[in-house]
């Protein structure tokens, strides 16, 4: 009986390690991994990473930043994570201080030029500038997720 018990958590830890490995190695093949810069304005980046609310993976826009009439600087408007999930030609996003849902963009991976198309989801609501429908976004750093 003694041995069944070791054999049986034998397993069970091998199992479980297996588990966590698989875990990171889908996050080190991401096609999606890294920093991103906007290619006309090179004023955003995306960055997605590893971070997880337990519902959908997350990415990290950086708008920089906006002065307001009262001199105040804020970040850009729509700066701040998002949830994603990605569809054939598509991402449906949910900007996480929106009390809104998911709204789907077109979406287009070039994975063999590190760049990505994706419809246009954080117009200025001022509409102070000319904005594009769709916005080409180029690798710029790769980030490797942290194994434990």
């Known amino acids: 009986m003694k041995i069944i018990k070791v054999v049986l ?11 966590i490995y698989s875990q990171n190695s889908v996050l080190k093949t991401s096609p999606l ?5 906007e290619l006309t304005r090179k004023s955003d980046t995306i960055v997605f990473s590893s ?14 930043t906006r002065t307001t009439e009262e ?11 998002y949830n994603f999930k990605l569809g054939p030609n598509s991402i449906s996003v949910y900007w996480f201080l929106s009390s809104g849902t ?15 198309e994706i419809g246009n989801f954080f117009k200025d609501p001022e509409k102070k500038k000319t904005e594009s429908d769709t916005l080409i976004f180029i ?3 790769l980030r490797r997720p942290k194994i434990n």
């Open 139 to 141: 690798r710029i750093k």
């Open 71 to 81: 001199g105040f600087t804020l970040p850009d408007y729509y700066s701040g994570p």
């Open 9 to 19: 958590s034998f397993f069970l830890v091998l199992f479980f390690s297996n588990n």
């Open 102 to 116: 998911f709204q789907t963009y077109y979406f287009k991976l070039m994975a063999g030029e590190n760049k990505f």
């Open 33 to 37: 991994q890294g920093t991103w810069l």
């Open 51 to 64: 971070e997880y609310d337990g519902q959908s993976p997350v990415f990290n826009l950086k708008r920089g």
